[in-house]
C-alpha cells in the first residue's frame, strides 16, 4: 500500500471523525474538537502503518465506543454544569429582584379608576410588567431550587418546581388568551398558575424556616409574599374602581422579592463550583 | 477556586482515566498522544485511551486544578505542529502520591491475603 493512499484513507477516516464531533457539546467541541482531531489522525497514521486495514476497522470501533461514552459524559455534564454554572442558576438573585421589581410595578394597574378588563395609559404599560414579572420570577424560583438543592427539604424543592410551573402557567394563558380570546377556562388556567406561585412562596418559606438556610426574615419574607396576594386581592372591589389594598398588596408582594433576591445576590457562590470540579475526577 | 484549600484525600479515588494521566505526567509535561501512548506502554495495552476520554478526563482534570497547561513549547524542530502541552500542578502531584499510596496499600493487604504470593 502505498504512503498517499495511506495518507488519503487516513484523512478520510479524520473527515467522518470530525463530523462525528459534531455530537458534542458546543463548547466542548470549540475548545477540545480540534485536539481530538489531531490525536485520533496521529494514532490512526499509527495503526494504519502498523496493522493495515483491520488494525483501522477495530480502531475504529473502540473509538466510535469512546466517542459514544463519552458524548453522553459530555451532555450530562454539561447538563449539570449548566445547570449549576448556568445564567439561570447564576443569576437567580437577579431574575428575582427583576421579578419582583415588575410585579411591583405592574401594581400601578390596580389604580386604573374605571373598569380592569381595559387597560389603558400607564395602567396598560404597568400591566404589561405583569408577564415578564411572573417569568422572571418562575426562572428565579427554577434557579434557587438549583442552586440550593443541597440545601432545601422535599417542601423547598417542590415548592420551588410548583413556583416555576405556576409562574409560567399564567404567562402561556395570557398568550394563549391572545390568539384565543374568548376562552374563559384561560382566566382560571391563569389564575391557578398565580395561586400555585403564590402558595410556592409560603412553602419555601416555611422550608427556608425549617432548615435555616438563610436568616429568618428571608424565609419570612416568602411567607408574606405568599400569603399577602390570598388576603389583599379578594378584599378589594372586583374590577371597576381604584383597588388601593391589591396595588398594596402587589407592591409589598414584589418588593419581598426585591429583598430577597438582594439577600441572595451577596450569597457566597463558591460552593456551587468546588464540589463538581472534585466529584468529576473521583470514581 | 477552592481546589488549593482542597486536601488530596478528597479526591480519591480517582477514576483509571484521571490516574493514568496523572501518572504519564510524573515525568514531564506531555501533548495528548504522548500521554494517550504513554497509558498505552504503562498498562501494558489494558488501558486504551480514546481521545474523547482523554480529552473528556483533561477537561476535568484542568477544572479541578489537577493539571496545568503549559506555556512553553518544545524546539519547534522537534514538534513543529500546533500542539497543547499538559503538566502536573503542585496539588495533582499530591493527588497523585496519595492515590499511589492508596493503591499500594490495597496490594499490600492482598499481598498479606497470600493473592500476590505472601509479603514482600
Wanted: glycine share 10%; with cysteine; proline share 4%.
Amino acid at each position: 500500500m502505498n504512503a498517499r493512499h495511506q495518507s488519503s484513507a487516513v484523512e478520510l477516516s479524520v473527515r467522518v471523525y470530525c463530523a462525528l464531533l459534531w455530537f458534542y457539546p458546543t463548547k466542548h467541541r470549540q475548545e477540545y474538537g480540534w485536539l481530538m482531531a489531531q490525536v485520533f489522525r496521529d494514532k490512526a497514521y499509527a495503526v494504519y502503518h502498523g496493522e493495515g486495514g483491520a488494525g483501522m476497522v477495530l480502531y475504529w470501533l473502540g473509538s466510535l465506543l469512546d466517542l459514544v461514552v463519552s458524548v453522553i459524559q459530555e451532555r450530562r455534564e454539561r447538563e449539570y454544569v449548566t445547570v449549576s454554572d448556568s445564567n439561570i442558576v447564576k443569576f437567580n438573585p437577579y431574575l428575582l429582584m427583576i421579578g419582583g421589581a415588575l410585579l411591583a410595578f405592574s401594581g400601578i394597574s390596580q389604580l386604573q379608576p374605571d373598569d380592569h378588563y381595559n387597560f389603558y395609559g400607564i395602567y396598560a404599560v404597568s400591566f404589561m410588567g405583569l408577564p415578564g414579572g411572573l417569568i422572571a420570577l418562575a426562572a428565579g424560583l427554577y434557579g434557587l431550587g438549583r442552586r440550593f438543592k443541597g440545601d432545601f427539604g422535599r417542601l423547598g424543592k417542590w415548592g420551588t418546581l410548583l413556583g416555576s410551573v405556576g409562574g409560567i402557567t399564567p404567562f402561556l394563558a395570557l398568550i394563549v388568551a391572545f390568539i384565543l380570546p374568548n376562552v374563559d377556562a384561560l382566566w382560571y388556567i391563569g389564575m391557578s398558575g398565580l395561586a400555585a406561585l403564590f402558595a410556592s412562596f409560603i412553602l419555601v418559606g416555611i422550608d427556608v424556616l425549617r432548615q435555616e438556610m438563610f436568616p429568618r426574615w428571608v424565609g419570612l419574607l416568602m411567607i408574606v409574599s405568599g400569603i399577602t396576594p390570598f388576603i389583599a386581592l379578594p378584599l378589594d372591589p372586583v374590577d371597576v374602581g381604584v383597588r388601593y389594598i391589591s396595588f398594596a398588596g402587589i407592591v409589598l408582594v414584589g418588593g419581598c422579592w426585591v429583598l430577597i433576591g438582594n439577600y441572595l445576590r451577596q450569597y457566597p457562590q463558591e460552593e456551587l463550583a468546588a464540589n463538581p470540579a472534585s466529584a468529576a475526577v473521583r470514581r | 477556586m477552592s481546589q488549593t484549600k482542597m486536601r488530596p484525600e478528597d479526591m480519591l479515588p480517582l477514576t483509571p482515566a484521571v490516574f493514568h494521566i496523572l501518572l504519564a505526567l510524573a515525568d514531564g509535561e506531555k501533548h495528548g498522544y504522548a500521554i494517550m501512548q504513554e497509558v498505552e506502554a504503562v498498562s501494558g495495552g489494558t488501558v486504551n485511551m480514546g481521545a474523547g476520554t482523554l480529552y473528556g478526563s483533561i477537561k476535568r482534570m484542568l477544572q479541578a486544578g489537577l493539571i496545568e497547561e503549559s506555556d512553553e513549547r518544545p524546539d519547534p524542530e522537534i514538534d513543529h505542529q500546533q500542539r497543547r502541552y499538559y503538566r502536573l500542578s503542585n496539588f495533582g502531584e499530591r493527588v497523585l502520591k496519595a492515590e499511589s499510596f492508596r493503591l499500594e496499600a490495597i496490594v499490600r493487604a492482598a499481598r498479606d491475603k497470600k493473592i500476590l504470593g505472601g509479603t514482600s
